[in-house]
């Protein structure tokens, strides 16, 4: 394991340390600013080090503590964590929340192209381990709920919630110098001051810490929105474990499997055609996603008699019987809790500043397309971590340069190749130019065709 995790949190004395912030200047070892999905749970990770027994986190979340309760009714708001991703909420011991409410495997996923017949499926004997499913479908506010109760039982973090950070400063840092002199001071607007050796910044893609470091970022937005929905299935089957994703010339659409009579939409298209989407009524909303996933419209006949022809000499190649049937499509019956969110790409050139760090959305924000946006985000908890606890055991002082830049180095050598191919994937397959309709047909027959390749990436997307 990338972490060597305690089963609980426990500091000296730490009992004092929630009654001792008040609103004059604190101090804490360790600032975690955000406490989103990655920002909780790298509250968690770091204080889960047994060489922070004895060392404080805060984490300053900026909207009020609230109860969150699970409902029979699905949310549409869904993540798909892979294998490494898992792993680590059983690590900080927030898995037996998700567990005891409710979680989907995906065993396989069918991925495939309205302007030709190309498609590929990746499948659990796709990954190393066999046995470990794909990903796993998880509503949002399940994993917030586990990450949240074990904030609550966390003796050395402190949460402060409401709290509206209103500046950072930071302290010079020479180039000659390992370790900037001085601390990272924050001022709240509740007026609250606090001072901390080791500042994280998980606050999102609007990023507060990376305005104030002044770190150069390259982003846009794609003036697309994701419109999300919780579908009702037409489905005789005891299991719903596989993930469908077509990709449509105005957009990816992805059907995500939630349990046997429900799935979650995630459907990205230019943001003036889903207004419009949103507005439809539920039947006609329906009867939009099953053509989507049906409709032969978009079909390009020249590609597909090239790609037949691709595909007969690659049949010759295969043993017998050795191509994947195809998955049945589900009925599509009723769809609830429609919403939409726009999308954008964004990737700060740097993840670190003077003792602090970037993690999640505040380092890099993609297209969900892929569903690797909270998965990218573990695993910058993950590497942060183990760095912090590499460095703590050498004897370094928090925030050494030479740690960081291990941590950047670390999280850009895997984010930034991921995040480029996920946006050449959107520009890819938003268009019907035939010859570029052709290679990504050609291609993505090609890649299901070798397993090797589809091993790879497997491996890759699972962290």
């Known amino acids: 394991m990338i972490l060597q995790m305690r089963h609980c949190c426990r500091a000296a004395n730490n009992g004092q340390f929630k009654s001792q912030l008040r609103y004059m200047s604190q101090t804490a070892d360790f600032v975690v600013s955000g406490g989103g999905m990655v920002g909780a749970a790298c509250a968690l990770a770091i204080a889960h080090l047994p060489v922070n027994s004895n060392r404080k986190i805060v984490l300053l979340e900026g909207s009020p503590k609230r109860t969150i309760d699970i409902k029979p009714e699905y949310s549409n708001r869904v993540v798909a964590l892979n294998p490494s991703s898992i792993q680590m909420l059983k690590d900080i011991n927030a898995w037996p929340t998700i567990e005891k409410h409710r979680y989907n495997p995906v065993r396989r996923m069918r991925v495939w192209d309205a302007c030709s017949e190309a498609a590929i499926t990746f499948q659990n004997s796709d990954n190393l381990d066999q046995s470990e499913p794909l990903s796993y479908i998880i509503e949002n506010d399940l994993v917030q709920k586990g990450l949240n109760e074990q904030l609550d039982n966390c003796d050395n973090i402190k949460v402060i919630n409401s709290a509206k950070v209103k500046d950072y400063k930071f302290p010079d840092q020479k180039d000659n ?49 994701g419109v999300v929905s919780t579908l009702q299935l037409e489905n005789d089957q005891q299991e719903n474990n596989t993930a469908y994703q077509r990709f449509l010339p105005t957009g990816p659409i992805a059907v995500l499997p939630l349990g046997p009579k429900h799935s979650s939409l995630v459907w990205s298209m230019p943001s003036s055609l889903a207004k419009q989407k949103i507005q439809l009524s539920e039947q006609e909303f329906v009867d939009e996603v099953n053509a989507a996933l049906r409709t032969d419209l ?29 998955p049945t499509l589900p009925q599509i019956t009723g769809a609830k809790n429609r919403a939409g969110f726009p999308l954008g790409f964004s ?21 969900p397309l892929a569903g690797q946006g909270v998965n990218l985000g573990f695993g910058d908890v993950m590497s942060l971590a183990s760095i912090v606890e590499k460095c703590l055991q050498d004897g370094a002082s928090l925030g050494d340069r ?33 010859p570029v309709v052709l290679a990504r047909s050609l291609g993505l027959q090609l890649t299901d065709a070798i397993g090797p390749v589809k091993k790879v990436l ?3 997307a699972s962290g």
Do not use: C
């Not at 990023?207 to 794609?222: A, F, H, I, N, P």
């Not at 830049?405 to 035939?434: C, K």
């Open 458 to 460: 497997m491996s890759h």
């Open 177 to 225: 110098e390992s370790v900037a002199e001085g601390v990272v001071n924050i001022e709240l607007e509740s007026g609250e001051r606090l001072e901390t050796e080791f500042l994280i910044g998980a606050d999102g893609f609007k990023s507060l810490v990376r305005q104030k470091l002044e770190l150069d970022t390259v982003g846009w937005e794609y003036n697309y929105t």
């Open 347 to 367: 990737h700060s050139h740097r993840y670190i500043g003077p003792r602090t760090v970037l993690v999640g959305d505040a380092a890099h924000r993609v297209h």
């Open 402 to 434: 030479s740690y960081l830049l291990e941590y950047e180095t670390e999280r850009q050598r895997h984010n930034v190749p991921t995040m480029f191919s996920i946006d050449s994937l959107h520009r890819l397959y938003t268009t019907t130019f035939t």
């Open 298 to 326: 978009h079909q390009n006949e020249i590609v597909n008699s090239m790609a037949k022809g691709l595909g007969l000499i690659l049949e010759s190649f295969q043993a017998a019987g050795a191509k994947d049937k195809a």
